[in-house]
């Protein structure tokens, strides 16, 4: 197997449960808060955690712009749930928030509800011959996508798990459930290249 | 689809770690809290500083003032219940509270009694001064663990005792065989199972926050040090003298808390800080910590 560095966003969110699950697959993890931190690795992760949060530390500390250009130079990427927010073009909701616009979508954040309507749930994936074990958490859909975004999953007929190139994003938190078959995909992309 | 269940529950403080959740009195302070990167804010109705002065008895917020908070924010939004009232929880359920805090900080509905959270479809967080309590919190159903570190004093002691507490509850677990764990059963009084899993683990089984007497971005910084998933800030931000200011400087400490040049970049210029109050010199019964078991 070579050996593969995976960086995870640790602005804020659940960084250790996603840097624990790419351990557990064999991978190396940086934890990234710095611009520097973003150069020597060939995989990012933007973890579940709050949106705004971790936008408007990213933008604070610099960190916008060395996102979009690594991630659009296909820097292989995953995003969950506050990731995937912060991953797409726009929310339907509000326009102030920080977002890097490398995901062709739009998201509704808490669109499945509060807290007290967040769910567990069994969800096909295409490409996977099993379901998937959904923990979504005041949980995102995707409410636009644009050309070239692959619809991977969907919950009551909202986009939960998409794909654009390089970039995975879902709704949902994988690194809750002890599945490693995304972490696994987005392995897959750095090694295929 | 199954909802309301435990890993909902702890998950929600998942996403919370390393952030900040700040206490607001009205929608206009939660939304100053929400631009400065709260990752939730806690709805009550006086911060604890002003409980501690005004004194008399102290309760869930008014319904209307929490539901401003949570139509004002994007953010989750917690409120406080007092200890044992799970009338005061159940109408913070049924406004869209993100997560309840059976609250020391409130004065007490029940001396004998905390809620049973486990009837709740919303996520609790309680406070707790070492492993014992915090095990019993967690069996009552609690899904996120905060210390009670001493409210309304700026003095961060109690939080740095409750939290060294806590880890040297743990540490001691770890080096026990199962016949000594029945005996440090009985002496935390806190359920078996629960003690197990920690031994094994070396860690709670849900996310634990500083709570009580954080009043600066080093206050903050310290706790993450001390292994703290995340911090509350109570009267440390809205009794300061610039309070976007030091909300903001206290979360981007706790993201950088192992940055000492980072700290002291965002302490600079940030005004007043709460006036704080020497833990001796509060009588016993103002003592807000040792209120519930």
Avoid at chain 1, 26 to 53: C, K, Y
Avoid at chain 2, 38 to 46: C, G, I, N, T, Y
Avoid at chain 2, 105 to 126: G, M, N, R, S
Avoid at chain 2, 197 to 209: D, H, S
Wanted: charged share 25%; aromatic share 4%.
């Amino acid at each position: 197997m070579t050996f593969v560095s995976v960086g995870v966003l640790a602005l804020q969110g659940d960084f250790r449960e996603h840097a624990a699950a790419l351990e557990r697959l064999g991978a190396e993890t940086t934890l990234v808060r710095t611009v520097a931190d973003l150069m020597s690795i060939d995989a990012l992760v933007i973890p579940g955690g709050e949106s705004t949060t971790i936008g408007k530390l990213a933008d604070w500390n610099g960190l916008v712009g060395p996102l979009r250009q690594r991630i659009g130079e296909g820097l292989p990427t995953m995003g969950t749930c506050a990731g995937m927010i912060f991953l797409a073009g726009a929310t339907a909701e509000r326009s102030d928030q920080v977002q890097l616009g490398v995901l062709d979508v739009v998201v509704r954040r808490n669109a499945f509800g509060r807290q007290v309507d967040s769910f567990e749930a069994e969800i096909s994936v295409d490409g996977l011959s099993d379901p998937v074990h959904g923990v979504f958490i005041r949980a995102p859909w995707i409410e636009k996508i644009g050309d070239g975004v692959d619809v991977l999953a969907e919950v009551e007929g909202h986009p939960v798990l998409v794909r654009q190139g390089s970039i995975i994003a879902t709704s949902f938190h994988p690194e809750l459930t002890g599945d490693a078959r995304l972490h696994t995909l987005l392995l897959d992309m750095v090694r295929e290249g | 689809m199954d909802q309301g269940t435990v890993r909902v529950k702890r998950g929600l403080a998942e996403m919370l770690k390393g952030g900040v959740i700040m206490d607001v009195t009205n929608a206009e302070q939660a939304r100053i809290a929400e631009e400065a990167g709260a990752v939730s804010v806690m709805a009550l109705e006086r911060v604890p500083a002003d409980i501690r002065r005004d004194g008399g008895v102290a309760r869930m917020a008014d319904p209307t003032r929490v539901e401003e908070i949570v139509a004002a924010v994007s953010i989750p939004v917690m409120a406080k219940a007092r200890i044992g009232h799970f009338v005061e929880a159940q109408v913070l359920e049924t406004l869209g509270v993100d997560y309840i805090d059976e609250s020391e900080v409130l004065t007490p509905a029940d001396e004998a009694y905390h809620i049973d959270k486990w009837q709740f479809t919303v996520p609790f967080v309680c406070g707790a001064r070492n492993l014992g309590e915090a095990l019993r919190r967690i069996g009552e159903g609690a899904a996120m663990i905060r210390t009670k570190g001493e409210p309304g004093t700026g003095n961060v002691v109690e939080a740095v005792r409750h939290m060294r507490t806590m880890n040297d509850g743990i540490r001691r677990l770890q080096n026990l065989d199962e016949a000594q764990l029945m005996s440090e059963t009985r002496d935390l009084g806190a359920p078996h199972a629960l003690i197990r899993e920690v031994a094994e683990t070396g860690a709670l089984p849900v996310v634990n926050f500083a709570a009580g007497g954080i009043a600066t971005p080093s206050d903050a910084a310290l706790m993450m040090q001390l292994g703290c998933d995340g911090v509350f800030v109570g009267s440390g931000v809205f009794k300061s003298g610039d309070p976007a200011q030091r909300a903001r400087a206290i979360v981007e400490a706790v993201t950088y808390f192992e940055d000492p040049q980072i700290v002291a970049k965002v302490s600079r210029g940030l005004g007043e800080a709460m006036v704080g109050i020497e833990i001796d010199k509060l009588p016993d019964e103002e003592r807000m910590q040792e209120r519930g078991w």
